[in-house]
């Protein structure tokens, strides 16, 4: 199995521009999550995903989107890159709402 | 007061010391605890899981859950430098609630 995937592994975005993180997991879980984490304030959850077709904000939603048609894949879309947006971001899937959470290996990406 | 309090250090020990990594929290729901080692520029892997309280051991890694004074730790024995990382907790009530991560504490073991 090869867990949490994601895409790309890096990026550099030039602000007003837009992109797509890509998720996909493959252990069949229904819940994914999808966080920012920059130097020392931990992780911050974007939204989430309790099964295909359902998603919810979660602490810091503004500036992005999700959609989840697949149980498979989770993207994340960046409508109008602004430098605040500047951040790794980890995709996570867990087999329920309260279990441990399996990260992908992170995007990191750069708004200038 | 915040839900999860975790020291962000960092902390840094000689090769082969005890190591003993703390979060407080204050929902007394919490009953499923878990801990995340973090390598630079790498995303967070599951260590240990435990619930409710007690301890479990796993290898070098000991993991022990207070309820009753609110407070997790995690134990490293004989560190070694392969165990530098950032180190976070997370706990979760149960049921439909999310899952809440502490900040991490980074570690670095010295050879």
């Known amino acids: 199995n090869a867990g949490v995937t994601q895409t790309p592994k890096f990026r550099i975005l030039k602000i007003g521009q837009s992109m797509t993180l890509q998720c996909t997991q493959d252990?069949?879980?229904?819940?994914m999550y999808w966080y920012r984490q920059d130097p020392g304030m931990g992780l911050k959850l974007i939204y989430y995903s309790v099964g295909a077709g359902i998603t919810d904000k979660g602490e810091v939603p503004n500036g992005y989107n999700v959609s989840r048609s697949t149980t498979e894949d989770f993207p994340l879309r960046l409508e109008l890159a602004a430098p605040s947006q500047t951040s790794v971001y980890f995709c996570?899937?867990?087999?329920?709402?309260?279990?441990?959470?399996?990260f992908g290996p992170g995007t990191r990406l750069t708004v200038t | 007061q915040k839900e999860v309090e975790q020291d962000p250090g960092p902390l840094s020990v000689p090769e082969g010391a005890i190591v003993s990594l703390n979060c407080t929290y204050s929902n007394s729901a919490f009953q499923y605890f878990m801990w995340y080692r973090q390598y630079s520029r790498k995303g967070p892997e599951l260590l240990m899981y435990?619930?409710?309280?007690g301890n479990k051991e796993d290898g070098r890694f000991t993991a022990q859950v207070d309820k009753s004074s609110k407070y997790i730790s995690l134990f490293i024995r004989d560190s070694q430098p392969s165990d530098s990382a950032t180190y976070l907790c997370a706990m979760s009530a149960g049921g439909s609630e999310k899952l809440v991560f502490g900040k991490g504490t980074k570690l670095t073991v010295n050879p």
């Open positions: 435990t619930y409710s309280s």
């Open positions: 996570a899937s867990s087999p329920w709402t309260s279990g441990e959470q399996y």
């Open positions: 252990m069949n879980h229904n819940y």
